[in-house]
């Protein structure tokens, strides 16, 4: 399985888990909003703090995103690119973030396929702090609530990354088992789920949410992309038994390289390692119930 050195030395722990609750519920983003502000709005009236959300559309400008990109020193496996701030409204097609707190205030990180006012079609990673709403929009949200994804330096990448920790609940109400999530890098996507539903009793899960990145991607229909560094967001995500009777992850998702190519598929179970990171929220689903 294809692998990318990291800067720091790995950390033991693989699989950063929080035990927590949370529910599934939709908003209307805003327009004229700042797209982190109506995601905190958003969030904070079903009585969460964060959680996850995904775009099956909506309209953002201004807009400003950066893409992977090969680091320029040996401090990082790969970077990011200069800022991009295309004219007028962007058009999102899909999206994942994950709402959470960094330097003691609401972040987010988001990464998201889009069509420019020009018709460029792209995608990458969202700045919070440059992009607007541009008209409402509606998008579905699960809220965890017993945990939050808190952005603390991680010295195995060098990067100031999202990972979960517990935070005292809320109890919002008619909230169901999660777990918050982060799998680390080089191991492969897949397996790392199977793993943990395995460990767990765990005998059918969805995944609400998903933003991270792979060491280029393989995906089920023979499609691959070679160059390393991506940011992938997940479209929907599910683990339960196969034709063997044994887990397995169906991971459908969407993202975008270093050099600008864009794939979408189901992975490959087994050659999908972590680059950098993957942050999810894993919800257990009971024998019968959706």
């Not at 399985?1 to 805003?30: D, H, K, N």
């Not at 991680?154 to 100031?160: N, R, V």
Request: glycine share 14%.
């Amino acid at each position: 399985m294809r692998r990318i050195e990291q800067p720091g030395l790995p950390v033991a722990e693989r699989i950063q888990c929080v035990e927590a609750r949370g529910r599934a519920f939709s908003f209307t983003m805003q327009a004229g909003t700042p797209l982190l502000e109506a995601a905190r709005r958003g969030f904070a009236d079903a009585g969460f703090a964060g959680g996850v959300l995904n775009m099956r559309g909506g309209a953002l400008g201004p807009f400003a995103y950066v893409m992977p990109a090969l680091s320029k020193t040996p401090d990082h496996a790969a970077f990011y690119s200069d800022t991009f701030r295309p004219a007028g409204v962007t058009q999102l097609r899909m999206g994942a973030m994950t709402l959470g707190e960094r330097d003691g205030a609401p972040f987010f990180h988001c990464h998201a396929l889009w069509t420019e006012a020009d018709g460029h079609v792209n995608g990458g990673h969202i700045l919070p702090e440059e992009t607007i709403v541009a008209e409402p929009f509606e998008v579905d949200a699960f809220g965890i609530d017993g945990a939050v994804f808190l952005a603390e330096p991680d010295p195995e990448t060098g990067f100031k990354l999202f990972g979960p920790v517990a935070r005292a609940a809320t109890a919002p109400g008619n909230t169901r088992p999660a777990f918050a999530l982060r799998l680390r890098p080089n191991q492969d996507f897949a397996g790392c789920l199977e793993a943990f539903c395995r460990q767990r009793g765990i005998g059918h899960a969805r995944l609400r949410g998903g933003v991270g990145s792979i060491i280029g991607a393989r995906f089920a229909d023979g499609k691959t992309v070679v160059p390393f560094a991506t940011e992938l967001l997940i479209g929907s995500g599910e683990i339960a038994p196969g034709r063997s009777g044994a887990l397995e992850a169906q991971l459908d998702v969407a993202l975008v390289d270093y050099l600008g190519g864009l794939a979408e598929g189901r992975l490959v179970r087994g050659d999908n390692p972590v680059l950098m990171t993957m942050e999810l929220v894993l919800e257990p689903l009971e024998a019968g119930r959706p």
